[in-house]
């Protein structure tokens, strides 16, 4: 189990993991490599919410399997030096590799502490964020909410610095307007 400090960062990670994969598919060229990064793009946007409201990684095990497909995946593109020919920039495309190792490690997390007494792989048990208010069930409060709201701040933080570049550097971010400029036709 993550300490409370930590418990969004996998969340986290899955939105900046998602907002990444979005923008390499809208400048990805094949239909294969759009179809590819949109589905994963989606599908950690999907998590990255779910999780959030569950307080922590949601179905652990196929998170693992999918968060560890998605950096073996995004690697093996990098390495074999196909990203410039299905038109990926590097640096975005090691930032989401990165994001979603975030992920599979807080799957991973969370499936260790399955084995703790009393908690199971799919419970979320004092893993809610800290905004949970305190009629809420056991199941959605935090122990140490001071702690959780600072994690969740620092979190936020450290994605969207890891993040911001990384959108800059896909197309579509290559193709935006600078802030204070305006679009000339």
């Given amino acids: 189990m993550l300490p409370a400090a930590l418990r969004s960062w996998p969340a986290l990670a899955a939105l900046g993991a998602g907002l990444v994969l979005a923008a390499l598919a809208a400048g990805a060229t094949g239909p294969v490599a759009v179809a590819v990064l949109a589905a994963a793009g989606l599908a950690a946007l999907a998590w990255a919410f779910a999780a959030l409201r569950a307080g922590g990684p949601v179905l652990p095990r196929t998170t693992l399997a ?11 593109v990098v390495g074999a030096g196909a990203a410039p020919q299905l038109g990926l920039a590097g640096l975005p495309t090691i930032a989401a590799a990165g994001f979603a190792l975030v992920v599979a490690v807080g799957a991973a997390a ?13 419970e979320t048990r004092d893993a809610a964020p800290a905004s949970a208010s305190p009629a809420a069930p056991a199941a ?23 993040a911001t570049p990384a959108l800059a550097g896909t197309e579509p971010g ?6 204070g400029e305006l679009h000339q036709h």
């Fill in 66 to 76: 999918v968060g560890l497909t998605v950096v073996v995946g995004l690697a093996l």
């Fill in 140 to 162: 959605t409060r935090t122990r140490h909410p001071v702690a959780a709201t600072l994690g969740l701040v620092a979190g936020a933080a450290l994605v969207a610095a890891l």
């Fill in 110 to 122: 969370r499936l260790r502490g399955a084995h703790a007494p009393g908690e199971g792989p799919d």
């Fill in 174 to 179: 290559e193709l935006a307007v600078p802030h």
